[in-house]
């Protein structure tokens, strides 16, 4: 690690309520337990709905929110995470890494944003940077080819699996898709 980025620890925190919002439920489950074990004090929401309720009970030190929820956007809750609690580090999370939504997300009161899928490490040094220092990059980035085949997925399955569906989406020939699919995950 350079000495551009001063790395906080968890102990150093009195609150170390994080809320985690994203509705990929497995992905939502293995970072909620990966983030208990760094010492966080961890709750889950899987909607833009549940996220606000959540925030009814508890003001949390830390969030880490997905933009792209089933029920709306992530900034919605991130909105209200800053109103009740200013001082909240909150993590923007997306498969759909763009500048625009960057912006935004930092504009209503994120501290940073990672593509997905991001892993605890990631996470944990993005919640527990300090806010005045720039960013490290990644120590492992995912090359380009595997973030062409993470969307590739993502598309597929949000499409229910229809491989016609997703090659008309993604406008790409069916059988190069099937291809694809057949592939392994590149590194």
Same mark, same amino acid.
């Given at each position: ?7 906080? !620890? ?37 909607? *833009? ?11 949390? +030190? ?10 709306? #956007?992530?900034?919605? &809750?991130?909105?209200? $995470?800053?109103?009740?609690?200013? !001082?909240? %580090?909150? &993590? ?5 890494? #763009?500048?625009?939504?960057? *912006? +935004?997300? $930092? ?7 990672? +593509? ?6 990631? *996470? ?15 120590? #492992?980035?995912?090359?380009?080819? /595997? &973030? ?5 997925? /993502? ?6 699996? #229809?491989?016609?569906?997703?090659? %008309? %989406? ?8 099937? /291809? ?8």
């Amino acid at each position: 690690m350079t000495g551009s980025q001063k790395i906080i !620890k968890i102990a150093e925190f009195d609150d170390k309520s994080l809320l985690i919002v994203d509705d990929d439920n497995p992905f939502r489950e293995r970072l909620a337990r990966a983030m208990e074990k760094k010492g966080f004090l961890v709750s889950q929401a899987e909607s *833009v709905k549940r996220g606000l309720e959540v925030l009814k009970t508890i003001k949390p +030190a830390f969030a880490v929110v997905d933009l792209r929820l089933g029920d709306g #956007n992530g900034l919605e &809750v991130v909105k209200e $995470i800053q109103q009740t609690n200013s !001082k909240s %580090r909150i &993590v923007m999370l997306t498969g759909y890494g #763009n500048i625009p939504t960057a *912006v +935004a997300a $930092i504009k209503e009161g994120a501290i940073d944003y990672l +593509a997905k899928p991001a892993d605890a490490d990631d *996470v944990e040094k993005a919640l527990l940077a300090d806010p005045n220092t720039k960013a490290e990059p990644p120590e #492992n980035p995912m090359s380009a080819d /595997r &973030v062409k085949w993470e969307h590739i997925h /993502r598309v597929f399955e949000l499409c229910n699996r #229809n491989v016609s569906e997703t090659a %008309r %989406r993604l406008k790409m020939h069916r059988r190069t898709l099937q /291809r694809i699919l057949s592939k392994r995950s590149p590194r």
